[in-house]
């Protein structure tokens, strides 16, 4: 009896604090018409672990990986990614990691298209500057 009243206690200090948490979020206004009767607390039942987890297509992949790195401007990738494959945040998440760019998943899907696009397209324009930067000057 003495573990089911310790149980009990437990539950309804929980119940409790979830109750303070709830009250504490509402404005003045809805406190207000709360404690006239004017408004209530309801309950709703969610669904845990309900994310439907975006598979990506490994040959796809790999197709655009080979196609973004054959491109050497900025536009063309962003038209490739934006438009023409119309990629998808967990395609550009794990693009990145294909290419090994970094990028987070909580990124927007635009900071992702900026960071691969800088990361590979970028790396290939500044390279391709400093090759072609002629350090040499001409003593007259």
Known sequence: MDNLHHRLKHDLKQLFNLVNLTINKLNEHQLINLLEGKGKLVYQEIKVGSKKKTKVDPK??????????????RAEA?????????????EL????????????????????IEKLIEAVIGAKLRDKAIKETNLKRSRS
């Open 60 to 73: 796809r992949l790999d197709q655009l990986a080979s196609k973004i790195l054959t491109i050497t401007g």
């Open 93 to 112: 998440f794990e693009l990145g990691k294909l290419l090994e760019v970094h990028v987070n998943k909580s990124d927007k899907k635009e900071d992702m």
């Open 78 to 90: 962003q038209a490739l990614l934006s438009k023409e494959y119309k990629v998808k945040k967990a």
